[in-house]
């Protein structure tokens, strides 16, 4: 009986042991799995040649399926996943320039994927017109942001995803009216030193004497009610002339 009694003993001890190398095995499996999904979802989200309407409007699009269509896991429409129903309520989730990329009921489970526009309707008459436009749009935004760039019509929120947090701001309130201006400015360390000479050998050396940090560009941003009107910069920053596009399209839908 003791030995048996020592061998359950040893056992509960091990098994001891082994619950937080378990534990930690579980949270890692976890984490994997996590940025596993985060890295699908940012392969997802990355094909420049696509407007993401969850990172662009802050209401979702919902259009009325009038026709059964296919759906497809490419914009191309080269890969059928299988068919959207009519006589439903989808999700608008993202654009391209020819389709548009659904989530709704397919004919035996829920669906997601590219449909072409001549499957939808809604309360817009315009709605193919007005998508496209807002596709235009966003697409020359995605690329001012990703040159680091900002353009007339911009919001603002757009100018701080191209270029950051603002290093000076200034803002005046005058009823409904929101003016203000926005400074980027851009600046380099530069190094100083000075010429030292060793007593003990004579030889002479340079040792840092201090660091200052010099201006090397700035953009100026004015805007009016979330939309900018004017964009400055200095001779040292310019990237040509100023851009212009049209400011964001207002869906009554």
Do not use: C
């Not at 005058?174 to 360390?189: A, N, S, V």
């Amino acid at each position: 009986m003791e030995v048996l009694f020592s061998q359950k003993t040893t056992i509960l001890t091990a098994m001891k042991r082994l619950i937080p190398a378990l534990i930690l095995i579980l949270l890692a499996s976890s984490l994997s799995a996590e940025i596993k999904r985060q890295e699908k979802k940012s392969n997802l989200d990355s094909d420049p040649e696509v407007v993401y309407l969850e990172q662009t409007l802050p209401k979702p699009i919902n259009l009325k399926v009038i026709r059964e269509a296919p759906v497809f896991s490419d914009k191309e429409g080269k890969h059928r996943l299988g068919t959207l129903k009519a006589d439903q309520v989808a999700r608008l989730e993202a654009l391209s320039d020819k389709s548009y990329r659904v989530r709704g009921q397919g004919t035996h489970h829920g669906i997601a994927g590219w449909v072409a526009p001549w499957a939808f309707s809604s309360t817009d008459p315009d709605f193919v017109e007005n998508l496209k436009l807002l596709y235009e749009r966003q697409i020359q935004v995605q690329k001012l942001i990703a040159a680091q760039a900002v353009a007339v019509g911009m919001t603002m929120e757009e100018v701080s995803l191209s270029l950051g947090q603002p290093t000076k701001t200034s803002v005046r309130k005058t009823g409904t009216l929101q003016t203000g201006r926005w400074e980027f400015i851009e600046y380099k360390d530069i190094k100083h030193y000075v010429t030292r000479v060793d007593p003990s050998t004579g030889a002479a050396y340079r040792q840092l004497s201090h660091v200052t940090r010099e201006e090397t560009g700035k953009t100026a941003v004015e805007f009016e009610n979330n939309l900018v009107t004017a964009v400055e910069q200095s001779e040292d920053n310019q990237g040509g002339n100023v851009r212009i596009i049209v400011p964001p399209l207002i869906f009554r839908w």
